[in-house]
């Protein structure tokens, strides 16, 4: 278990001082429940870690994270190792920009949830993805893709109109309406609200 008496002091320790934004007391209490959740996962990690599901049950019960897509994308941030598993460390490290993140802080890990194939833009495409499931469809709804398109279009020129430059037009060159992070960077200082602009993937105040 990651408390193990031999390594948990050194392991509270490095972690306190990696995930700055908790305190000792914190840290400790994280790592205990990691070692639970652990319990709770899958036994091909050996104990070192989590499986998705669990870490999705847990956002979700700690957060309301509901979001499919979403959740995926999180887990894949949170598994810097890309093991398919959470370790103690991406766990407490990750938690700390998730709960108490600085604006630069988020909005990265923002960017990084919404860029959906991490070639560094947020694509018309990947929009689409990340907003048609916050539209409330109506049975009688013919083509609900419609409304998606136009929220997608609402939240490029609401972006654009935040900025002191063009941004889709710097790096879009096959004018196909991609935001860099700059773009994206520049619209949130200007509008903190845009940090969530494609899906809540913060969990809100409460």
Known sequence: AAMSR?????????LTRSAKHFTK???ECLVKLFDTLVAKASSQFAGAGFDRTVFRDTLYN???MTDDVVLDRVFSIFDKGNTGCITVVEWVEGLAVLLRGTLEEKMKYCFAVYDLNGDGYISKEEMFQ????SLL??????EPDEGVKDLVEIALKKMASTCLFVPFLLQDYDHDGKISFTDFETAVREENLLLEAFGPCLPDIK
Do not use: C, N, Y
């Not at 031999?6 to 490095?14: A, E, I, M, R, Y």
């Not at 990340?130 to 499931?133: A, G, Q, V, Y």
């Open 137 to 142: 469809i109506q049975p009688a709804d013919e």
């Open 130 to 133: 990340m907003l048609k499931h």
């Open 62 to 64: 700690a957060f309301g």
């Open 6 to 14: 031999k390594g948990g002091k050194l392991l509270v320790d490095s």
């Open 25 to 27: 007391s914190e840290v």
